[in-house]
């Protein structure tokens, strides 16, 4: 995991080395105050007196707080509302503490401005104290004169204007009955888009867009534990007894060998590597733990989730007390209130952010922000463990992405901002998403300031320049660059932005796809199955046979696929015979190879893998046409 440590020397305490077996070890002690300054919390009071704002902002994520300051700092009368009795969402009723976020190209945290500032809060390093964080957030609210907070409010419905698609109004709930707010802008920062969903805005649920709808990531209950030696994790990290890993005062992560050493007892969980993040009580939080089959959506499957998740922990705690040094007198200290959801709904955009902008490290003339975070789609099943697709070192999130399709006067600013699936395995990340939202908050006064939607806005060069302006005003990172990329300008490289668009090959965090090693039989039977399943179901279905048939003739093993070979393969696909000179009957077919392809395989020979990709990618352009060849009928 590639990360940006930001270490205080003046909130260490180094205790001198001791010896283990021969291992040097350096017990490190933090002085546990983990705050950058004193962060002055007042108690909440509901003190709501208006039903008009200028800007509504629904979701205490730490988006939500991003967008609802924002949007008040630059002028305008905003009500936050948030259905938890405090803020931070994830983060705070999660117990996800520690961050994941990245460098840009500068070598700087690739997301500043209003993140900065909290994170400035709660001691700028990559974990933190979750009580600091919650009032750290609030703390942020509190300073804002034009901010109203509304807890305890839950989201009912929306009330549209006449034309049935511009957002005027939300219909909530809390302690005192039902209310009704209306606002001229509204920003969605909830985890879920529940607010646009409501307005009628479309969107796709987990990797629909690339066919698999019911894909479904592992979800992670944070495990609490007290009672742990630092030391212990020192000598656990110097012995690399379960794998590779590294610490510093306040965590330690890596172990990924427990993958497969610690056996699971509840179905549907595992353990993977574990992230410990070490709080000033010394009580520590570890995000190790996945459970599967748990839709995100559903509250009753999320119950559920919880409930295999306690037990499973209770099983990994006595592991880790028989097995992991400093572990021995652990005890479980609570349990979090809600499950680490990593994926559900993604909005329907005016631009979906592509894989191929992230793997490009592509900027954009309307760029809010950056993100730079590894695109890390995590295991789905107990069969997989998830891949890296590509690390970028950054690309631009567009202000369109914030646009959702068929409603007016909103934005979204969330995980479930206008992402595609894959490239949401990045943005995803709170940073990044806080980033967004502060542009978000701007943006919304902009607009009103200047009485344009937001649709019209994005096509208003000036107003968009003066967008960017006010962000880096306000700290954060906003400027135009230009960064290459992997395989660009190669013949090849146009078949490798179809594969990445579908899902269908994984750079790593080197972002090498070994395009001149020879590809596999297998390999090339398990690509062309997955593409015609996630492009085109219907053609999947009529040609199941012949892809079972492929699967059955291909070797098991590395051995590579010739030229022949794969025109054999295709034919079978299509329902020919696979008899004679396969390879010229292929060529025989229209639209399936051309001369960029059919001059490189004049021979019959091993085909590497740049020139396999460029045959799956002509393939699968006919399967999106609807014009692949073939002699299966109905």
């Known amino acids: 995991m590639k990360k940006f440590l930001v270490m205080s020397l003046a909130c260490l305490l180094l205790i001198p080395a001791t010896i283990f077996g021969g291992w040097k070890v350096i017990e490190w002690k933090a002085l546990h105050d983990l705050s950058g300054q004193n962060i002055n ?43 938890r009795d405090g803020l931070g969402g994830l983060m705070t009723y999660g117990m996800l503490n520690f961050i994941d976020y990245d460098q840009d190209k500068n070598g700087d945290i690739a997301n500043a401005g209003i993140f900065k500032e909290w994170h400035q809060l709660v001691g700028e390093k990559d974990v933190f104290d979750i009580e600091v964080a919650k009032d750290a957030f609030l703390y942020l609210v509190q300073q804002e004169e034009n901010l109203t907070l509304s807890l ?27 209310h009704t707010y209306t606002a001229r802008r509204f920003i969605d920062a909830t985890q879920d888009a529940d607010l646009a969903v409501l307005a009628g805005a479309p969107y796709f649920v987990g990797g629909a867009d690339i066919g698999v709808e019911d894909r479904k990531m592992a979800v992670t209950l944070m495990i609490h534990l007290d009672n742990i030696s630092w030391e212990g994790v020192a000598y656990a990290v110097a012995t690399s007894q379960f794998g590779p890993a590294k610490m510093n005062p306040v965590a330690a992560w ?43 959506l559903d509250s009753a499957s999320k119950a559920e989730g919880i409930e295999r998740a306690k037990r499973e922990t209770e099983h990994i705690v006595d592991y880790l007390r028989a097995e992991f040094p400093g572990f021995k007198n652990a005890t479980i200290a609570s349990y979090p209130d809600e499950l680490y959801v990593r994926e559900t709904r993604h909005i329907l955009a005016e631009y979906q952010l592509p894989i191929t902008d992230v793997w490009e490290n592509k900027d954009h003339w309307d760029r809010i922000g950056f993100g730079a975070y590894p695109v890390d789609i995590q295991a789905t099943s107990v069969n997989d463990y998830g891949y890296i697709v590509t690390d970028p070192i950054q690309y631009a999130i567009p202000f369109r992405s ?23 395995g990045s943005a995803r990340i709170i940073p990044t998403g806080m980033t967004a939202a502060e542009a978000a908050g701007v943006a919304a006064s902009l ?71 020879p590809m596999s039989e297998l390999a090339f039977v398990n690509l062309i199955t997955n593409g015609f399943q996630r492009i085109n179901s219907d053609l999947y279905r009529q040609h199941e046979r012949g892809l079972s048939d492929i699967h059955l003739m291909a070797q098991k093993d590395q051995t590579p696929i010739t030229r022949d070979q794969f025109a054999r393969f295709l034919l079978t696909v299509q329902g020919h015979s696979r008899e004679g000179d396969a390879w010229q009957r292929v060529m025989d077919q229209p639209d399936v190879l051309d001369t960029t392809i059919i001059d490189r395989l004049d021979e019959n020979r091993e085909i590497t893998r740049k020139e396999g990709y460029y045959l799956l990618a002509r393939i699968f352009d006919l399967l999106e046409n609807e014009s692949f060849p073939t002699n299966h009928t109905e």
């Open 254 to 296: 890596g172990f990924v060998d427990l993958h497969h050493m610690y056996t699971p007892k509840e179905p549907g969980t595992r353990l993977r590597g574990l992230n410990i993040a070490r709080q000033s009580d010394r009580s520590v939080y570890i995000n190790a733990l996945h459970i599967f089959d748990v839709d995100g």
């Open 41 to 83: 919390v007042q108690p909440y009071e509901k003190n709501i007196t208006e039903k008009t704002y200028d800007v509504i902002v629904v979701g205490g994520e730490p988006e939500g707080v991003a967008a609802a300051v924002s949007a008040a700092r630059n002028g305008s009368k905003t009500l936050l509302i948030e259905h």
């Open 402 to 424: 914030l646009v959702p399709l068929d409603v007016d006067g909103l934005l979204v600013a969330s995980k479930a901002s206008g992402y595609s699936s894959l490239a949401a």
């Open 447 to 517: 607009s009103l300031e200047q009485d344009i939607s937001f649709r019209d806005m994005m096509d208003e060069e000036k107003l968009i320049q003066k967008l960017q302006k006010t962000l880096q005003e306000q700290g954060a990172l906003v400027y135009p660059y230009s960064i290459d990329y992997a395989y660009k300008g190669e013949w090849y490289y146009p078949s490798i932005q179809t594969m990445l668009m579908y899902g269908l090959i994984s750079g790593g965090h080197d972002n090498d796809l070994r395009v001149d090693e």
């Open 152 to 178: 305890n409010t839950k989201l009912k419905d929306v009330k549209l204007a006449g034309d049935g698609n511009r957002l005027e109004g939300v219909i909530v709930e809390d302690e005192n009955g039902e």
